[in-house]
């Protein structure tokens, strides 16, 4: 069993370590990739009219809580080549959708901007999900009366970044850091965990084999190869199937499971030629860290037995407190970088915390030990003296149980701070209903007349500022919105005296804007402001989704480059977008969770059989389940219990430095009791499967090599 389990796991943890270093050469050339196609479709930017070939402007939009990229655009020269992504420039009131725009909000978008003339092909992309129009205002001469710059001499301005153009669709994402953080986090440390785990699995066995080669002369090099030997088939095996899966992806767009996002198979083709290094890669690794405890073996000056010194401990102690310096000073920057630095001082923690866990029970062990012979307690001596001289067992163990919970407590602490504020503005936004839409514009002023003209069963007003309070616009049936007006003002008269009962819908429309009635001024005079800045209209709109759908068409056929929004839901975009971020946890976190159920599985498994072996000669003078269920529980049970308690006020700890940051969510006490009542349950259960082997190993056990 002890040679099946090490080499299942072999072959695991290789397929598993090809595919993380896969991953991280995948993230790293889709983002490579991305920026190309972003630099391609950058406009150049110019001041001279005679070097313009076309005109461009862009302005933002939204739909379905997602932030859309709407490029105005209009040659100057026929001749001239449009955008990447465009066979042709779109003709005036014609429009060119990414796909996934064409498909997002179950396809309103497809006649919000005019006609659609086409799709925008995927060089003209910075990803394929990503949300892009380009469109040509119906308005003639619009870029004429806009006081922005929009001359454009070409596309293609190399070295662009995001934050430069195409803001839109992109200003609320995190920067690439936070990915590289999430992946060493979330899945290289459990990769790493895992191959340690496997490493050691049948440990005892293959020591004693490789002891008796040495007493029997072999040299150091033939030992090694019969390391190198036993392990090499299955890890190769696993890093070529590794291997094929990732070769697929270069064939086929794979989409992720949480966030949706379609990694580009053509973004990938050029890691082809990566494959074979990394097959070779993998595999050295993995029997490189096999074979290394055998590499260097202890210098024998006699035939007795010797105490040796272990030396790790102080490494580990190293390395727990670099971990908790590195913790404590990104909780005294509490910034971006302080994040960062936090996380990898928290991947320290967490990571050495199995090892002090196994310390931790070998002091308990010979604990335990003690208080037995005292007692007379056979069971508990056996217990405690097979923990205190196996305590890298435990580590073993209890590493994927004590991984697992520190990585839950954290991610539970980043998925509060950014789904909190979402969760309170999609309260506050599905409170209102659309029923308020405000519009802003360049351009004529004037062309406002024509919008209300055409939203005519809809009340509107134009709003703009005269002193220290906000001015609304309007005709008298438009105003009578707000309730039964006493008067209808020509002069500027203020709501509350208009209007001596204002209704619940008009007030949570005036606070959809940001306004209370106290502070807004109603009146029927025309303000004649010519300057577009000055002035913007908001419509009333009593039809929820359908009459904002219908009030967003209008004004992009009517208006030059509208702006419009409900600004309750456009406050919500960037909540959405951090809760969004919480898909990429669990994308990243997929490979790490399978890293850590192989490490539970292969260590339980060693442990099983461990255990059940090392018990078999006490079957001489027992054999009955109670005796073996006490030795498992001393020696598994309470250790585990232990070890689970420590580790929770670890993690707690690590959770309320992240709180204190600043990022503000909670931590979940419960979560992480639960987390190490897991591990203690889990420790009972390990118990019972060890007791109950050792039990049936008892009733066949026979010597052998006497």
Known sequence: ???????????????????????????????????????????VMTQQSQEAVARWFERPDYAGGQAISVVFLEPLRPDASPPPGLDRWPEPGEAFLSPRAAEHAGGTLVSRYGTMAGTIGRTGLAEPGE?????????????????????????????????????????????????????????????????????????????????????????????????????????????????????????????????GHCVSAADLMPLRMWTPPLILAASALVL???????????????????????????????????????CLYGTWRADGPGRVVFFFGAMLVIGVLPSLGGRLSGSLGSAIASLSLRRGDAAGLIAGRWLAARPAVLAV??????VGLGLTTLGQVVTSQLEGPEIVAKRLA?????????IRASGNPARFDMLRRQLADHPSALVYREGDRTMLSADCRSLAFFGALTTCPEAATELTEAVKDVGVTPRTALAVLGLSPDRVSITTRHPGITDPEGVSLVVFNTSGGAGADRIWGAAYRTLGFPMLEVPVESGMLGAQARADYVKWVLDTALIGLLALALAGIVGAASVFDDQARGLGPVASFRSDRKFYMRVAFWNLSVPLAAVGAGAGVATYLLGQMLLSIGDGGELSGSLVAAGSLSIAIGGVIVAVVCAEIAVRRSRTWLPTGD
């Open 288 to 326: 490189g860290i096999s074979a290394l405890r055998y590499a260097r073996p202890r210098k024998r000056t006699t035939t007795r037995p010797q105490q040796t010194k272990d030396t790790t401990g102080r490494t580990v102690w190293i390395l727990s407190v670099s971990g908790s310096v590195l």
């Open 430 to 438: 599905g409170a209102t209903d659309r029923n308020a839409v405000l």
């Open 1 to 43: 069993m002890s040679a099946l389990v090490h080499r299942f796991g072999l072959f695991a943890a290789s397929f598993l370590i090809l595919w993380v270093a896969w991953s991280l050469l995948a993230v790293d050339a889709g983002l490579g990739a991305r920026q190309e196609r972003q630099d391609a479709r950058s406009p």
């Open 397 to 402: 163990l209890s590493a994927a149980m004590v």
């Open 131 to 259: 949300l892009l129009v380009y469109t040509r205002s119906p308005v003639e001469g619009i870029f004429g009366e806009t006081r922005h710059s929009t001359l454009v001499s070409g596309f293609g301005r190399p070295d662009s970044q995001f934050i430069d153009y195409f803001t839109v669709s992109h200003q609320f994402e995190r920067s690439s850091g936070d990915l590289w953080v999430l992946l060493m986090l979330f899945t290289v440390m459990p990769a790493a965990a895992s191959l340690m785990v496997v490493v050691r699995g049948g440990a005892e066995l293959r020591d004693r084999r490789i002891s008796m080669l040495e007493a029997l002369g072999a040299s150091r090099a033939s030992r090694l190869l019969v390391v190198i030997g036993e392990a090499a088939v299955p890890v190769l095996a696993g890093s070529l199937l590794a291997a094929a899966a990732a070769w697929a992806t270069t064939l086929w767009d794979t989409s992720l499971p949480f966030t």
